[in-house]
């Protein structure tokens, strides 16, 4: 009887403890008033990560540090005490008396500080969900970080961590490899960003460079050639406005994927995916032996794929023989042929001027100097001056210059860019003579193909006629165009056709047969230029197939505009091409199919908007927001893109959302900042005021459509049909009378049965919102600025002003344009012709 009871009691007690154990590890953060001991674990919200002690192998050696929690594999993604471990189990993490985290041994000595001076001494570390454990002041209200371990990174490169660098207080943030897999302490190579010229990342190994990714060109490192991949994963390149500060971040598409990189103790970039069949991590190298950097020297080639991996450009030859014969490449390769210009320069006899031997999909060398946006410079800004030895041109990057040695060139086996390089004209000369041979076969190839054309010019004639006309449409429209991005038009015609040829080009009974013969039912909406039907394709695979009408001659050049630039574009917030079809009369463009049609089907809707909680309504908006700082920041051709609305934001079936209508968009050079436009195309409501007065756009022009799209994703209501009851007002003049009466969550739609619900983002959303929408451009955000309020980066938002278009509806509005003008409208697209200002 009493051992029973004494059992129980211990039962009892026992389970009381555990109970009381996973309390204590159920805590996310350490206090002054809780600190934790070998072997207790602090865990992220959501139990992602996990904080404690561990060890390699069977050392004693003990480290605290960050791990993935719910995966049976030890998974470190931060180390505290890299270089000092514990030497037994009796360690402790926990705040200091001067407020600075803090691993002790058990004799109470400091392995490890966070080491930030001036603290108030009443802080606390918080692990977050998304692996990054930061440290606040508990007595500041705004919780703004003081030190954090993302900006102290160990091997490993998480989602939403940015490596960064600022080249005005030269702070850098950079991953650092291990000396071994079981040995965290420094090893010999870091990886970071270098943004001198164009920016690129590097590896460095003790640091001299050993891999380099090549320039970055709005979507990719050029250099990298299994980056796409990586692309998905949503990487963006963020610079400040002076192009001083730089940093890289990506986001995973599916937060419970379970991906990061890793710089291992060998100096390679691995990308380790969870392999949840496997019970393991899967690892995809991200280089070759090829990416080392300088492998073959100065003017020598690297081709991953040939036995001899190093090879000289044409033109060069070893300069050193008998080592190159050895296989040790460094010493590079030497001119054979001094060029024409350094024979002027060196006195001797005139020259003929020197020429390029084009190299086609390769990896270019390093230390690009950028030069000017426009290919058709290149050339002539590289022969200008004797010390530039190569060219080359990337749509997102402009030309590329380089001078003095070219180092680091790969020839890739696919994609890639073509790199010109300088030669003396003799070079040339002797690339002609053995031209003369392949002449003799083309001419021979090109009689027979005359004979076969001719045959099948008879047979195709029908065919050649339809050619013809969209030939004369382009030329029709060359007549207006002045084929240079600072003019009035969209793009060039010339453009249009190269992307034209790039696309994967579907027929129209393909087209016809997947969407029922166009039929009414298939029909999904209107867009900017004709109506948008759904369809499946033979093997099953839904798309969207937008028809240029054949009724309005309009519409052409938004068709190929569209075209252009959306050929270009590739992000998770962007609608995806997938091809298009230009026969008889008909132009159509084809997309991926995205099940929850447009975003104005959702929040203007009484019964669709109830699927829209304050979660998904975010996340809608940071998508927007994404799309567009893509957009606009993150290639060098940055692109506005003028006709932003809810009826352009579509949504998959996750409702992700993805930018569409490309018709309007303008491609801006480098240096560019605003345009003018004599015609002034958009939809009222979203226009900002000194586009809709003055035919002026600027990407704060796409800034305002934003902010109204955001007060409408949260309102529930749209701007142009927005009626008070006793007044007329717009949505944006009646937000403002509530926030001026502080009644401003009076303006939001979800109930307060929502879950997700969050007043201080609302607030937060509410705030960016009435910042974009402000009357004088120059007091809005730029999209990058916008991109960090919205995820709190930036704490302190300014007071906004009155926005603009307050007084009252829009039409009112309308009523001030010039009234010599031409103004008609079209699928709620507005058309105005600014004449004579
Ligand atoms: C840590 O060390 C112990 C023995 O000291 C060993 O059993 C354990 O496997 C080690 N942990 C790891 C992850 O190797
Ligand atoms: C803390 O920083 C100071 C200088 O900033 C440095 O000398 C010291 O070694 C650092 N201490 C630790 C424990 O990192
Ligand atoms: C630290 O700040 C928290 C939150 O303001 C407060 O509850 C706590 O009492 C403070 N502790 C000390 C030691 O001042
Ligand atoms: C790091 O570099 C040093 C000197 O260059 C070398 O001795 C050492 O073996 C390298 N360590 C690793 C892990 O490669
Ligand atoms: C996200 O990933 C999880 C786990 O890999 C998977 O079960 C889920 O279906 C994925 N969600 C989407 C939308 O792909
Ligand atoms: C390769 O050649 C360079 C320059 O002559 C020399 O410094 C280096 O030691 C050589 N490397 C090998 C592996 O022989
Ligand atoms: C310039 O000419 C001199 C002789 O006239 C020659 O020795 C020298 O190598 C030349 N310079 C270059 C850079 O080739
Ligand atoms: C050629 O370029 C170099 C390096 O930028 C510069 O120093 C030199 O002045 C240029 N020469 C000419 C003739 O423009």
Same mark, same amino acid.
């Given at each position: 009887?009493?051992?029973?009871?004494?059992?129980?009691?211990?039962?009892?007690?026992?389970?009381?403890?555990?109970?009381?154990?996973?309390?204590?590890?159920?805590?996310?953060?350490?206090?002054?008033?809780?600190?934790?001991?070998?072997?207790?674990?602090?865990?992220?919200?959501?139990?992602?990560?996990?904080?404690?002690?561990?060890?390699?192998?069977?050392?004693?050696?003990?480290?605290?540090?960050?791990?993935?929690?719910?995966?049976?594999?030890?998974?470190?993604?931060?180390?505290?005490?890299?270089?000092?471990?514990?030497?037994?189990?009796?360690?402790?993490?926990?705040?200091?008396?001067?407020?600075?985290?803090?691993?002790?041994?058990?004799?109470?000595?400091?392995?490890?500080?966070?080491?930030?001076?001036?603290?108030?001494?009443?802080?606390?570390?918080?692990?977050?969900?998304?692996?990054?454990?930061?440290?606040?002041?508990?007595?500041?209200?705004?919780?703004?970080?003081?030190?954090?371990?993302?900006?102290?990174?160990?091997?490993?490169?998480?989602?939403?961590?940015?490596?960064?660098?600022?080249?005005?207080?030269?702070?850098?943030?950079?991953?650092?490899?291990?000396?071994?897999?079981?040995?965290?302490?420094?090893?010999?190579?870091?990886?970071?960003?270098?943004?001198?010229?164009?920016?690129?990342?590097?590896?460095?190994?003790?640091?001299?460079?050993?891999?380099?990714?090549?320039?970055?060109?709005?979507?990719?490192?050029?250099?990298?050639?299994?980056?796409?991949?990586?692309?998905?994963?949503?990487?963006?390149?963020?610079?400040?406005?002076?192009?001083?500060?730089?940093?890289?971040?990506?986001?995973?598409?599916?937060?419970?994927?379970?991906?990061?990189?890793?710089?291992?103790?060998?100096?390679?970039?691995?990308?380790?995916?969870?392999?949840?069949?496997?019970?393991?991590?899967?690892?995809?190298?991200?280089?070759?032996?090829?990416?080392?950097?300088?492998?073959?020297?100065?003017?020598?080639?690297?081709?991953?794929?040939?036995?001899?991996?190093?090879?000289?450009?044409?033109?060069?030859?070893?300069?050193?023989?008998?080592?190159?014969?050895?296989?040790?490449?460094?010493?590079?390769?030497?001119?054979?042929?001094?060029?024409?210009?350094?024979?002027?320069?060196?006195?001797?006899? +005139? *020259?003929?001027?020197?020429?390029?031997? !084009? $190299?086609?999909?390769?990896?270019?060398?390093? %230390?690009? &100097?950028?030069? #000017?946006?426009?290919?058709?410079?290149?050339?002539?800004?590289?022969?200008?001056?004797?010390?530039?030895?190569?060219?080359?041109?990337?749509?997102?990057?402009?030309?590329?210059?380089?001078?003095?040695?070219?180092?680091?060139?790969?020839?890739?086996?696919?994609?890639?860019?073509?790199?010109?390089?300088?030669?003396?004209?003799?070079?040339?000369?002797?690339?002609?003579?053995?031209?003369?041979?392949?002449?003799?076969?083309?001419?021979?190839?090109?009689?027979?193909?005359?004979?076969?054309?001719?045959?099948?010019?008879?047979?195709?004639?029908?065919?050649?006629?339809?050619?013809?006309?969209?030939?004369?449409?382009?030329?029709?429209?060359?007549?207006?165009?002045?084929?240079?991005?600072?003019?009035?038009?969209? +793009? *060039?015609?010339?453009?249009?056709?190269? !992307? $034209?040829?790039?696309?994967?080009?579907?027929? %129209?009974? &393909?087209?016809? #047969?997947?969407?029922?013969?166009?039929?009414?039912?298939?029909?999904?909406?209107?867009?900017?230029?004709?109506?948008?039907?759904?369809?499946?394709?033979?093997?099953?695979?839904?798309?969207?197939?937008?028809?240029?009408?054949?009724?309005?001659?309009?519409?052409?050049?938004?068709?190929?505009?569209?075209?252009?630039?959306?050929?270009?574009?590739?992000?998770?917030?962007?609608?995806?091409?997938?091809?298009?079809?230009?026969?008889?009369?008909?132009?159509?463009?084809?997309?991926?199919?995205?099940?929850?049609?447009?975003?104005?089907?959702?929040?203007?809707?009484?019964?669709?908007?109830?699927?829209?909680?304050?979660?998904?309504?975010?996340?809608?908006?940071?998508?927007?927001?994404?799309?567009?700082?893509?957009?606009?920041?993150?290639?060098?051709?940055?692109?506005?893109?003028?006709?932003?609305?809810?009826?352009?934001?579509?949504?998959?079936?996750?409702?992700?959302?993805?930018?569409?209508?490309?018709?309007?968009?303008?491609?801006?050079?480098?240096?560019?900042?605003?345009?003018?436009?004599?015609?002034?195309?958009?939809?009222?409501?979203?226009?900002?005021?000194?586009?809709?007065?003055?035919?002026?756009?600027?990407?704060?022009?796409?800034?305002?459509?934003?902010?109204?799209?955001?007060?409408?994703?949260?309102?529930?209501?749209?701007?142009?049909?927005?009626?008070?009851?006793?007044?007329?007002?717009?949505?944006?003049?009646?937000?403002?009378?509530?926030?001026?009466?502080?009644?401003?969550?009076?303006?939001?739609?979800?109930?307060?049965?929502?879950?997700?619900?969050?007043?201080?983002?609302?607030?937060?959303?509410?705030?960016?919102?009435?910042?974009?929408?402000?009357?004088?451009?120059?007091?809005?955000?730029?999209?990058?600025?916008?991109?960090?309020?919205?995820?709190?980066?930036?704490?302190?938002?300014?007071?906004?002003?009155?926005?603009?278009?307050?007084?009252?509806?829009?039409?009112?509005?309308?009523?001030?344009?010039?009234?010599?003008?031409?103004?008609?409208?079209?699928?709620?697209?507005?058309?105005?012709?600014?004449?004579?200002?």
């Amino acid at each position: 009887m009493g051992k029973t009871t004494i059992g129980l009691v211990l039962l009892a007690l026992i389970l009381l403890s555990c109970f009381c154990f996973q309390f204590g590890t159920a805590l996310d953060s350490i206090t002054p008033s809780n600190s934790i001991k070998d072997p207790e674990v602090i865990l992220s919200k959501n139990g992602v990560f996990r904080l404690g002690f561990f060890n390699f192998s069977d050392s004693t050696d003990r480290y605290v540090g960050i791990s993935y929690n719910q995966i049976p594999v030890q998974t470190v993604v931060w180390v505290a005490n890299r270089n000092q471990p514990l030497k037994d189990s009796s360690g402790i993490v926990k705040i200091s008396d001067d407020g600075n985290l803090v691993v002790l041994n058990g004799q109470d000595e400091i392995l490890w500080s966070s080491n930030v001076t001036n603290l108030a001494s009443n802080t606390s570390a918080l692990l977050l969900d998304s692996g990054n454990l930061v440290l606040k002041n508990n007595e500041d209200d705004n919780g703004a970080s003081i030190w954090e371990s993302f900006q102290h990174p160990s091997n490993a490169y998480t989602a939403t961590m940015k490596i960064s660098t600022d080249l005005r207080t030269g702070q850098k943030v950079q991953l650092s490899s291990w000396k071994s897999p079981s040995d965290p302490s420094d090893g010999n190579f870091s990886f970071g960003l270098e943004p001198v010229n164009i920016p690129e990342l590097i590896i460095w190994n003790n640091n001299q460079p050993y891999i380099r990714s090549g320039p970055w060109n709005g979507q990719i490192f050029i250099g990298m050639l299994n980056m796409n991949s990586v692309y998905l994963n949503g990487f963006s390149l963020v610079t400040d406005d002076q192009k001083e500060s730089f940093y890289l971040t990506y986001a995973l598409a599916n937060k419970s994927t379970l991906l990061y990189y890793e710089l291992n103790p060998l100096g390679n970039l691995v990308e380790r995916y969870w392999d949840e069949g496997k019970g393991d991590w899967g690892n995809n190298w991200l280089e070759n032996d090829c990416d080392v950097y300088g492998k073959c020297g100065a003017f020598g080639s690297c081709d991953s794929m040939k036995p001899k991996i190093c090879s000289c450009l044409r033109g060069f030859e070893p300069k050193n023989r008998e080592e190159w014969n050895r296989e040790n490449w460094t010493s590079g390769c030497v001119r054979t042929t001094l060029l024409g210009c350094q024979k002027v320069n060196n006195g001797s006899e +005139v *020259g003929k001027e020197d020429g390029f031997l !084009k $190299l086609e999909m390769m990896k270019v060398p390093a %230390f690009a &100097e950028w030069s #000017s946006p426009f290919e058709e410079t290149c050339e002539e800004q590289c022969l200008r001056n004797c010390s530039c030895v190569a060219y080359a041109y990337d749509v997102g990057i402009g030309c590329m210059l380089w001078r003095e040695n070219l180092i680091d060139i790969q020839k890739f086996p696919s994609r890639g860019v073509d790199l010109y390089i300088r030669v003396a004209s003799s070079e040339l000369d002797k690339k002609e003579k053995s031209k003369v041979i392949v002449i003799v076969t083309v001419v021979v190839g090109i009689i027979i193909i005359t004979i076969s054309t001719f045959f099948l010019w008879s047979w195709m004639a029908k065919h050649r006629g339809r050619k013809q006309k969209v030939g004369e449409m382009l030329l029709f429209n060359k007549g207006k165009a002045v084929g240079n991005f600072s003019s009035d038009n969209m +793009v *060039g015609e010339n453009l249009f056709e190269v !992307k $034209l040829q790039q696309l994967p080009l579907f027929n %129209f009974e &393909e087209l016809a #047969s997947a969407t029922n013969n166009f039929h009414l039912t298939k029909k999904l909406g209107q867009g900017g230029f004709g109506p948008v039907y759904r369809g499946t394709l033979q093997d099953g695979k839904e798309i969207a197939v937008k028809r240029l009408s054949r009724a309005s001659g309009q519409g052409l050049e938004e068709f190929m505009n569209e075209v252009v630039v959306i050929s270009k574009l590739q992000h998770r917030n962007l609608v995806r091409l997938l091809g298009c079809c230009v026969e008889r009369e008909e132009k159509m463009l084809v997309y991926e199919y995205m099940p929850n049609k447009s975003l104005d089907a959702f929040i203007f809707d009484q019964v669709q908007r109830q699927f829209l909680n304050w979660e998904k309504r975010f996340n809608i908006i940071e998508g927007i927001s994404r799309g567009l700082l893509y957009l606009h920041r993150d290639s060098r051709l940055r692109i506005i893109h003028r006709d932003l609305k809810a009826s352009n934001i579509l949504l998959d079936q996750d409702l992700n959302s993805k930018i569409s209508d490309f018709g309007m968009a303008r491609i801006f050079g480098g240096n560019e900042n605003h345009a003018n436009t004599k015609r002034v195309m958009g939809t009222y409501g979203y226009m900002s005021p000194e586009y809709a007065m003055q035919g002026q756009f600027s990407e704060k022009s796409d800034v305002f459509s934003f902010g109204v799209l955001l007060l409408e994703i949260v309102s529930g209501r749209k701007n142009t049909s927005f009626y008070d009851n006793q007044h007329s007002f717009s949505l944006l003049g009646y937000a403002w009378k509530l926030w001026k009466e502080d009644n401003i969550f009076g303006l939001v739609e979800m109930g307060v049965s929502d879950p997700s619900y969050d007043e201080k983002q609302i607030l937060r959303c509410i705030h960016v919102g009435f910042l974009c929408v402000q009357e004088s451009a120059k007091d809005r955000p730029i999209m990058s600025r916008v991109v960090s309020m919205l995820n709190s980066e930036i704490v302190d938002l300014p007071t906004p002003t009155q926005p603009a278009f307050i007084g009252g509806q829009i039409n009112e509005d309308a009523e001030s344009f010039p009234n010599n003008e031409d103004r008609f409208s079209l699928n709620d697209v507005t058309v105005t012709d600014v004449v004579g200002r």
